[in-house]
């Protein structure tokens, strides 16, 4: 029988290029792990995140890095919250559940996305291009994290430091999700 | 051509020097001119043509409301023609010609049409073209189209980008006048986010174009340096050549940014970029437009708005005439008088129509009390005429009738401007969009202390109101001018044709023939006239026109009413509005995880929905896509074949009250399906109708996977979102999308299990009994990358759907194809799939069409009636489950060679007068069976079920068929489903 081991192909195949002012890079090994909380377990899963990521959880339109800042958890929906994490084998769900014990369902979202991190100081003048949100720090602050359509295609938009953001949309429509964002770069370089 | 007229300029640049063209000739300017200004410095005088007529036409105003200097720019597809020459900037090598004639501009073939003016009045055209039918659509309209008209298009696509984008601000200020700057100043001293919207491109609104004072130094110098303040805020952006065309719901404003049609060549980025602008305050200083007077031949180039005469002599040091008359009925028009003569430009009178004037210019003719009947002059004007007979020599003629605030934006949500008397204007009235206040002169504000003033005050409420402390520096020192004026609007003494709008060639007399044929609403009179249409909006016609109006109804001007103003405020390119979203951008696709190995097979892609699915892949020899798909059939039937299904929607469900969730969606139970089964199910809408299908598999005790149709993926997560927050929220449920996260592969066939025993690892038993027909499991593949097996087949043979996390997708479909070798694997597409679906007999989307229900589908006792769901009770309505209903069949051509259509309707095979009243139902789905070897179909019969064996006819008008067909089994295949449990 032949060798049929399996290699990943993360959606955007690893891509980085960098533009006058702007860094446009996949971050190809973020895993993402959704965690919803079960209904009347809301202080259990607080409890049950202190005690794995040393933090509490976050409110709606905000992330927060765990205490190691190896992971980042984001509000993703009323009950349900993203943690992204590095990670590249393909059993990150069980990792949180593991670390969570039984306080929060987790779905494994890593697949569902592809991620793009964005940063130089040209990436807001860019995103204007694109994204409906208002990015202005004083509005979407450091760890302020929204979701919303850009050319049509749903994201998350994470803001990871002054002029720095990850972007996560979906993997089927990548492709032209990184080509709306590189032609913004492009308009705005 | 030299600039014979250029005499100064103080925001020119006179050290450097523009080439450009005119109608192919050689002319000069300097940066900071227009077109227009560039034209006239040259002496160009005649511009264009009229629309109707082909009148000579000249440059009449200097701003955005321009109605006759439209001209074509560039060339070849670059080519945009209606440009106005007042705000199109002048750059080295720009190509401008002039429209709408035939031959040269100076001896346009359809100037006779002027000579037919006296037929061709308001309505010619609804009165005359009338008879016989048939004639408009073939001669008359094509022949009137030629004739009459604008610009051309260059029939060829836009080589231009475009962009979109999103602004956000506490405080928008549309204009950068002395009322816009002023408010710009304040919002940006109180640390508030500004946008200062221009739509020149040398803010400063009229400060630009007078000579008038602010803090004792010029008012454009004023402007100059408030700009460079605003310029050093960080919390300030001015946004010049923007046009805030439009004012929308929720703070919500449109804007048009011209970035490089000022170059030659915009360099691959963006010609213009759409702007949406999300502002919690609006400050609308939008100043004001001049309006002319209607006398006999007011239209000859070198009559024009007594303002714009002052731009072009105080902005852009140009004397638009060398002898300079001025028709005015109020005091600013004499300003135009005292900046030619401060020129050295040659005043040759003062006419004013009030007759208390005491105003009077040192050595220069005035007529108080006057009025001008006419004008002479062939290609530009030569000599006015007075009331009294009097003829004075004059190349240009300044009017001034007044001045109209701009109070459009304050309408685009329905406000209704109000009348006042003492301005003679409308201003801005009822409910102003919210958030939007109004300052200078677009608030009726018309000099300059007021309109400084006001901006400084308009802002700091709105800022105040956003919680913002405003700044205490002084407002800027500056007087108020005289702007007395009494109302004139029309010379009746002049029996000469007298213009009211000069771009739709409407004459005083049109307004009041329309008045006296019945069309006495304004916006009956706008259609019946074309009286404010077109690129210009009416900005210098609309007010004069419903004055005339007034006049001849024998009302009050706020009687007679305005017509409604919307967006846009200038003309917005369509490439605007389209922006990106052309050819393959117009929408995004989405790619199935073995997007890139079915490239490399030469699939041919099909678009469903977003996805781009592998729809067959042609092999060398095949002639066409039936031989493609017959043979994927024939191999998956005789051995194996492996379709990618990535794209079905894939739904997770997890939570203690998952079960009852699902027993409440589906109409069959779910509650007893056990850990490592997979149910097919049916859901309905509310009202009982069939309106998705898929399978679920329970992976886990409180953990299920739902698959759902590729086209309804989003519906059905979105119907269950809604479900569980709002219909049962005491529920412990919880939903997430996994469609794109699973790269999921059907292999079906005899030899699947023996290939998937190849891939799946040996620690899974996969055989017959350990993993029957609808088992599922997780399952590792190719050495531990986690995996789903689902035991399932829409195909009708045994057959399994694999799934692997969506980065393995590629991987996973090379190692299936490898482990297949020896079994004569072969990959099908979306035909092949949809041909085995039909020759088995289950449903698709054809089926599923928004009219069937799960009785007309055969499943109708499928519905448990142990419990609730959604649609259930509907269902049950008499005409949806009738017995003698309609019923899922299969079709097969009683001649074998026959092809059977889709959309065919049903009827006896006696009916001599097929009707509504005898249609038994329809053909949805069709194939070639190349298992059969003949056309089979699958459709909706009425007492289908009870009629196996019947022949009925397949009655097809639209494509002139007629076939007869036998009721059979949906189940071509395998009815007992001995395969897919093998």
């Known amino acids: ?177 990184l080509h709306a964002v590189e032609l913004s770069v492009r308009n705005t370089a | 051509m030299t600039q014979t007229n250029r005499i100064g300029g103080r925001l020119i640049d006179r050290s450097r020097s523009l080439s450009f063209t005119f109608n192919g000739r050689a002319m000069q300017g300097h940066p900071g001119d227009t ?82 003016a006296p037929f061709l009045g308001a309505g010619f055209y609804y009165k005359t073209f009338m008879w016989p039918k048939s004639f408009w659509e073939k001669l008359y309209e094509p022949a009137i189209r030629s004739s009459a008209g604008l610009g051309r298009l260059s029939m060829e696509p836009d080589p231009d980008r475009y962009d979109h984008g999103y602004l956000h601000c506490d405080l928008l200020v549309i204009g950068a006048g002395p009322a816009g700057l002023s408010a710009a100043v304040a919002g940006g001293r109180a640390g508030a986010r500004v946008i200062l919207a221009d739509e020149d491109f040398r803010p400063g609104g009229r400060l630009n174009a007078e000579t008038l004072e602010i803090d004792g130094a010029p008012g454009h110098d004023w402007a100059r340096t408030a700009l460079a303040e605003l310029a050093a805020m960080d919390n300030v952006r001015v946004l010049s050549r923007t046009t805030v065309y439009g004012a929308y719901d929720h703070g919500i404003y449109g804007a048009l940014e011209r970035m490089t049609d000022h170059l030659p060549a915009s360099g691959g980025k963006p010609r213009q970029v759409l702007w949406r602008i999300y502002a919690h305050r609006a400050v609308l200083c939008a100043g ?35 002898r300079v008359a001025v028709f005015t009925n109020n005091d600013d028009g004499w300003r135009t008088a005292t900046d030619l003569r401060a020129a050295g430009v040659d005043v040759a009178a003062v006419v004013d129509s009030r007759g208390d004037v005491t105003m009077s210019l040192d050595g220069a003719r005035v007529e108080t009390g006057g009025a001008i009947v006419d004008t002479a002059g062939r290609k530009g004007l030569n000599r006015i005429t007075l009331q009294n007979g009097d003829r004075i020599e004059a190349d240009c003629l300044a009017v001034s009738g007044g001045w109209n605030p701009n109070v459009h934006l304050t309408c685009h949500q ?10 003679a204007a409308f201003v801005p009235g009822g409910a102003l969009p919210p958030g939007m206040t109004v300052a200078g002169a677009a608030g009726g504000a018309l000099t300059l202390a007021a309109a400084l003033r006001e901006g400084r005050e308009t802002a700091n409420t709105a800022l105040e109101d956003l919680g913002f402390t405003a700044s205490r520096e002084p407002a800027p020192k500056a007087e108020d001018e005289a702007a007395g004026i009494t109302p004139f609007w029309h010379v009746a003494a002049s029996r000469k044709r007298a213009w009211v709008d000069l771009q739709n060639d409407v004459t005083a007399k049109d307004v009041k023939q329309s008045h006296a044929e019945g ?47 919307r967006p846009p405020y200038t003309p917005v390119p369509i490439g605007a509005f389209a922006g990106r979203a052309r050819g393959r951008d117009f929408r995004p696709y989405r790619l199935t995880p073995s997007h890139k190995w079915a490239t490399e097979q030469g699939a041919t892609f099909v678009e469903v929905g977003m996805w781009l699915r592998a729809q067959w892949f042609a092999r060398p020899g095949e002639t066409g896509w039936r ?13 194996v074949g492996i379709c990618d299904v990535t794209t079905l929607g894939k739904i997770d469900i997890k939570g203690r009250d998952a079960a009852e969730f699902l027993n409440r969606l589906y109409v069959n139970g779910f509650a007893k399906l056990s850990v490592g089964r997979v149910r097919y199910g049916l859901m309905l809408r509310e009202d009982g109708i069939a309106y998705d299908d898929g399978t679920t598999a329970r992976l886990g005790e409180n953990h299920y996977v739902m698959t759902t149709t590729t086209a309804n993926a989003v519906t059905v997560f979105r119907n269950m979102e809604f479900a569980r927050q709002c219909l049962w929220p005491d529920l412990d449920v919880h939903l997430i999308s996994t469609t794109d996260g699973w790269a999921q592969f059907a292999v079906a066939g005899p030899n699947s299990r ?36 689902f035991r399932i087949s829409f195909s009708g043979e045994l057959a399994y759907e694999i799934a692997v996390p969506a980065r393995y997708g590629d991987a996973m479909i090379r190692a299936l194809m490898a482990a297949g070798e020896e079994f004569g694997a072969i990959p099908y597409g979306t035909e092949a799939l949809g041909v085995m679906r039909i020759e088995k007999g289950h449903a698709a989307g054809n089926e599923l069409n928004g009219q069937t229900s799960a009785h007309h589908l055969g499943m109708g006792r499928m519905i448990s009636r142990k419990k609730d769901c959604i649609g259930n009770a509907a269902s049950e309505r008499a ?77 097809d008008p639209v494509r002139g068929k007629d076939t007869e067909v036998e009721i059979v089994s949906a189940h071509f295949i395998d009815p007992e489903g001995e395969r897919l449990r093998a």
Request: glycine share 10%; aromatic share 6%; charged share 20%.
């Open chain 1, 1 to 177: 029988m032949p060798d049929l081991t399996l290699t990943p192909t993360p959606p955007l195949d690893g891509y980085a290029q960098d533009f006058a002012g702007t860094r446009l890079a996949e971050a190809s090994e973020l895993a993402i792990v959704a965690v919803a909380t079960p209904a009347g377990g809301e202080t259990a899963l607080e409890a049950a995140v202190k005690a794995a990521y040393g933090t509490g959880t976050p409110a709606p339109g905000a992330s927060i890095l765990s205490k190691d800042g190896k992971a980042r958890l984001v509000w993703s929906g009323p009950d349900q919250m993203f943690l992204l994490f590095t990670h590249d084998a393909p059993d990150a769900e069980a990792g949180v559940a593991a670390a969570l014990g039984q306080a929060g369902y987790c779905t494994d979202q890593t697949g569902v996305w592809a991620a793009l991190e964005i940063s130089g100081p040209g990436v807001r003048g860019a995103l204007e291009r694109l994204c409906p949100l208002d990015l202005h720090p004083d509005a979407f602050a450091e760890g302020a994290a929204a979701r919303t359509v850009m050319e049509h295609m749903g994201a998350f938009v994470i803001r990871t430091g002054s002029d720095a953001f990850l972007l996560l949309s979906a993997s089927s429509s990548a492709k032209s999700f």
């Open chain 2, 35 to 116: 077109l227009a200004s560039a034209l006239l410095a040259n002496g160009q005088q005649l511009v264009g043509r009229s629309f109707k007529y082909h009148r000579p036409r000249g440059i009449f105003s200097a701003g955005s409301e321009e109605p006759n200097a439209l001209v074509q720019l560039r060339r070849g597809a670059a080519q945009e023609p209606n440009t106005r020459a007042t705000v199109a900037e002048l750059f080295d090598g720009l190509e401008a010609t002039s429209q709408n004639h035939r031959g040269p501009l100076e001896y346009d073939l359809l100037a006779a049409t002027d000579l037919l």
């Open chain 2, 288 to 322: 004001a437009t001049e309006r002319g007077i209607a006398f006999g031949n007011n239209d000859r180039p070198g009559v024009m708005l007594a303002g714009a005469v002052r731009a072009y002599v105080n902005r852009w040091g140009v004397a638009p005439g060398k």
């Open chain 2, 414 to 423: 329905r406000g209704r401007p109000t009348w006042r008397d003492d301005i």
């Open chain 2, 519 to 565: 069309f006495r609403s304004v916006e009956h009179l706008k259609r019946y006239t074309t009286l404010g249409m077109a690129t210009d909006q009416g900005k210098t016609a609309n007010v004069l026109g419903l004055a005339i109006l007034a006049q001849a109804a024998g009302r009050s001007i706020p009687e007679t009413g305005t017509t409604i103003f």
């Open chain 2, 627 to 639: 031989d493609s798909v017959d043979r994927e059939v024939e191999m998956t039937r005789n051995s």
């Open chain 2, 754 to 789: 023996n290939l998937l025993r190849k891939v799946v690892d040996a620690a899974h038993d996969i055989s017959k009994d350990a993993f029957p027909f609808m088992a599922c499991a997780e399952v590792t593949v190719c050495g531990g990358t986690p995996a789903r097996l």
């Open chain 2, 879 to 955: 005409e949806l489950s009738r017995e003698d209903g309609l019923r899922l069949v299969g079709l097969r051509p009683v001649d074998h060679g026959a092809k059977l259509d889709a959309g065919a309707h049903f009827i006896e095979r006696g009916d001599a007068s097929p009707s509504m009243a005898s249609d038994l139902g329809w053909m949805s789905s069709v194939a070639y069976s190349p298992s059969l070897g003949h056309s089979i179909g699958l459709g909706f019969v009425r007492r289908g079920d009870a009629r196996m064996g019947d022949i009925i006819r397949a009655y």
